[in-house]
């Protein structure tokens, strides 16, 4: 059973009265600061544009755990091409609106709608929402963009233009992230292009329990550097 929110009012239910498929809570409202509680406890928003605002918090959960990261010999390969250049924090509305606008094989409508776009980008300006460009000849091919807490990082959305370009920016944020200490990537759902890099489903248990002990840990905020 879902829960239904109070307006104006920063609450969620625990995280594990999630249903079967992840569904926990509906809301009116979306807001900068209900977004970081949602976040701090593994919950996030999606919903299409015409739709209330929808809460999940999946279980098992697919994360990547940055020391666990696995790149193919293809991909060694390929990365070593320097073919692709990347940023941090440099092209953030570029690479939202990106992941929004792309078309994907078999999606039809985008979950990130004017409302999700403008609190990410506030996020963004207060230091909590991160993206990585992907860069071919000083045109934008790929990205990622998602939201840092503690030592935990929560992927959001990616898009490519070329192969392998939005997985050439993941593997670069997960190796800086790596060596910044982060101890988890939420990937929230599971997909095939994050299993190749070693993305694993983990129990919702044990995934809220990483994030209870992440409270204590010190946020990277502001614009981050290669």
Not at 18 to 30: K, P, Q, R, T, V
Not at 96 to 112: F, L
Not at 140 to 162: D, P, T
Request: glycine fraction near 6%.
């Amino acid at each position: 059973m879902a829960f239904l929110l109070p307006d104006k009012v920063d609450y969620f239910p625990h995280p594990l009265l999630s249903d079967e498929d992840g569904f926990l809570a509906i809301s009116s409202d979306i807001s900068v600061s209900k977004v970081l509680l949602a976040y701090q406890f593994g919950i996030f928003p999606w919903y299409n544009q015409e739709d209330p605002i929808l809460w999940w918090f999946t279980n098992p959960r697919f994360v990547l755990f940055p020391d666990r990261l696995k790149i193919s010999k293809s991909m060694r390969s390929y990365l070593n091409q320097d073919k692709f250049q990347y940023t941090f924090d440099t092209a953030f509305t570029k690479v939202m609106q990106a992941c929004r606008h792309v078309k994907r094989k078999g999606q039809e409508d985008t979950w990130i709608t004017n409302r999700l776009e403008e609190v990410f980008t506030e996020l963004h300006n207060q230091g909590y929402a991160h993206s990585v460009e992907v860069w071919e000849n000083e045109k934008l091919i790929g990205g990622l963009y998602g939201i840092s807490l503690g030592k935990v990082f929560y992927g959001e959305s990616m898009f490519s233009l070329k192969s392998n370009a939005s997985k050439f920016g993941m593997i670069k944020l997960v190796q800086w992230l790596d060596k910044k200490g982060f101890e988890l990537i939420d990937c929230q759902q599971e997909t095939k292009h994050l299993a190749s890099l070693g993305a694993e489903l983990i129990d919702g248990n044990t995934f809220f329990n990483y994030l209870k002990s992440n409270i204590f840990n010190t946020t990277l905020k502001g614009k981050w550097q290669k």
